[in-house]
């Protein structure tokens, strides 16, 4: 396919820059010029596509995802993990990296009062892409599904308690039968650590709580539900991508 170029841009010397923007549902890429050398002609040119057209070619391993039948697909692995059993790493809510210590003394927006960033202030309620987790390790689709996702998983899927491979955990069957397992991976603080249940980070804060705590799918054995939890502590990700 063939573009229009503006007048003196279209040289056998100009090298070209990819970048690519998000908005309202439409991924543009654009390229620009960024420096000369020896190549063939290159032509400058803005295309447009749906961007959820596109993103499912853009997953390399179609073994690392699975399609439930539902508005987004899910990993079948925690981040971190290697294994659909595999508990992976910790995040507290809005960190990238993990950790083994979670306590609000060593949480990324501590000041002392209120949390410096998705506060009463900023009145942000989810997560930006650079604060996503899941963006930041295995990049763009991938990210931490919404409450909202979460919430489509927990009401439109079978639930059940099981044990794969020595892990207890949930097997969920999407609506197209396709399934996924869910260890029970438990959480972390500064004091403790529970392996026998599960809390698993949405990227919607609880405006409920003066923004203090997080949305999570929590499960003890076959008792699942959203609940809250405080954003210091270290949950397991399950990315998404739409």
């Known amino acids: 396919m063939r573009y229009q170029t503006p ?12 970048w690519f923007v998000q908005k309202n549902g439409w991924f543009t890429h654009k390229v620009a010029i960024l ?18 057209d596109m993103t499912e070619d853009m997953i390399a391993d179609k073994s690392s995802y699975v399609d439930l039948g539902l508005s987004v697909k ?8 290697n294994a659909p059993e595999e508990f992976g790493d910790y995040y507290a809510w809005g960190e ?16 002392g009062m209120f949390y410096s960033k998705y506060n009463l202030m900023d009145r ?14 295995r990049a763009y689709p991938w990210r931490i599904p919404t409450v909202f ?8 899927c ?21 399934s996924l397992f869910l260890p029970a991976a438990g959480f972390r603080t500064d004091k403790f650590f529970d392996d026998k249940s599960a809390n698993y980070l949405t990227s919607t804060v609880n405006p409920g709580y003066l923004f203090s705590y997080a ?19 270290g949950f397991s990700v399950r990315p998404v991508f739409k």
Not at 7 to 18: D, E, I, Y
Not at 74 to 81: D, K, M, Q, S, V
Not at 96 to 104: G, M, V
């Open 96 to 111: 990238t990296r993990p950790k083994e210590t979670f306590a609000d003394e060593n949480y990324k927006y501590e000041t």
């Open 74 to 81: 899910w990993a079948t692995c925690n981040l971190g993990a």
């Open 35 to 52: 420096l000369t050398c020896a190549t063939a002609a290159y032509y400058l040119c803005v295309v447009t596509k749906k961007y959820s």
């Open 124 to 137: 942000l309620i989810t997560l930006e892409p650079h604060d996503d987790a899941a963006v930041v390790a």
């Open 7 to 18: 007048s003196g841009l279209c040289s056998p010397n100009n090298r070209f820059f990819v």
């Open 149 to 156: 996702e979460m919430s489509e998983l927990l009401f439109n």
């Open 215 to 233: 949305y999570t799918l929590g499960f003890w054995d076959e008792h699942t539900h959203i609940t809250s939890q405080p954003r210091s502590y």
């Open 158 to 178: 079978k639930w059940e308690w099981t044990t794969l491979n020595g892990v207890k955990g949930n097997k969920v069957t999407g609506p197209n039968g396709n």
